[in-house]
């Protein structure tokens, strides 16, 4: 396959929180070795900008992206199989955008939407709502306000048909991810990018799907992690730093890589922050704890091992 020209490169085309585009190139030495991975899985898919970059460097044959979220997975699906008719319902979004039309495109169901139209209704909210957040009431309705925006890049087609030629033979599930435990097999490459356990209570940002993502839900990760990996596979995942973090994957090799978020109502919360990337393979040196040996995770254990909680570790600083 010739490289690719630098317009052709497909990019992220929502903005999701706790995307990691901009921590991309800090990614890049941890990934398993080009041409070792004939298979990649991304469970937390969000704006699937890893599932972009891996797809460039290391060329899997098969790739599967899920997320809980159905209709985020509708948007990819609409792309994938009618990006004109995604494409043309967005332009129409684009010329009547106002405020109106902002609250009448909420108040639609999307279950009365062509796959097209609710594709286009989603990329066109998140584009245009408050700071691209994805927030559903009880009814599973979406209530972001909308944002305030001079010009909001709505649509961008031609990267938009870059994205559908990246999503050709993608299989793409809507999952929670303990399902990966169904069909990962030896050798695959998973990346787990859950919502980051937060380190603080002014950082909780949970609610992308209807249920929110608790301790209960990092530990029961950790266990599916530590199954994939006694099982073979090559798995790599991304959180906040904090102690109890770490205990879950003590087993493991623990990077640091630095991060800056501003989904944080304190400014003073802003900034650079570091965040962990645990690896179940030898990758990158510079890691701050070997592999020993899986074991079965004890999860009450490790969470009284981790002594402190997050948020009184950083309660004060
Ligand atoms: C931190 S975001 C992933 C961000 C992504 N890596 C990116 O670059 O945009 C976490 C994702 O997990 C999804 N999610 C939340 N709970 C889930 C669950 N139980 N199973 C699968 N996906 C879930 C959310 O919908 C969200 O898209």
């Known amino acids: 396959m010739p490289p690719l020209r630098r317009s052709d490169v497909p990019r992220p085309f929502l903005k999701w929180a706790g995307g990691k585009t901009q921590l991309l190139p800090q990614f890049e030495s941890l990934y398993p ?3 070792q991975v004939r298979r990649y899985i991304e469970p937390f898919a969000g704006s699937a900008a890893v599932f972009f970059q891996v797809r460039r460097l290391l060329r899997p044959a098969e790739t599967v992206l899920a997320d809980g979220n159905a209709e985020l997975i509708n948007v990819y699906k609409a792309v994938q199989r009618n990006v004109s008719k995604v494409i043309r319902i967005l332009s129409e979004h684009r010329k009547l955008h106002s405020k109106e039309h902002y609250y009448l495109t909420r108040s639609r169901r999307p279950r009365d939407l062509t796959s097209a139209g609710r594709a286009a209704r989603f990329i066109y909210l998140n584009k245009t709502c408050f700071n691209g957040l994805y927030r559903v009431n009880s009814g599973g309705g979406f209530n972001v306000p909308m944002g305030r925006y001079k010009d909001p890049p709505i649509l961008d087609a031609d990267n938009l048909r870059n994205v559908a030629r990246s999503l ?17 097999r030896a050798g695959d490459f998973i990346y787990f990018d859950p919502p980051y356990h937060p380190v603080s209570e002014t950082s909780r940002f949970t609610s992308y799907t209807r249920d929110s993502f608790g301790e209960s839900d990092q530990e029961e990760l950790a266990e599916v992690f530590a199954a994939l990996s006694r099982r073979g596979c090559l798995v790599m995942l991304s959180n ?3 102690p109890f973090v770490r205990s879950l994957y003590r087993e493991f090799a623990i990077h640091t890589v630095q991060a800056r978020r501003s ?6 919360r802003r900034g650079r922050i570091p965040e962990v990337v645990v690896l179940d393979y030898e990758r990158g040196g510079g890691h701050e ?3 020993l040996a899986v074991q079965p995770a004890r999860l009450k254990d490790l ?11 950083y309660r004060d600083r």
């Open 240 to 242: 906040s730093d904090c």
């Open 263 to 268: 989904i944080n109502s304190r400014a003073d």
């Open 289 to 291: 704890q070997n592999r």
């Open 33 to 35: 070795p080009a041409g």
């Open 303 to 313: 969470r009284q091992d981790a002594g402190v909680s997050c948020e009184e570790r």
């Open 168 to 184: 050709k033979g993608v299989d793409l599930r809507v999952a929670h991810f303990h399902e990966t435990l169904d069909y990962a």
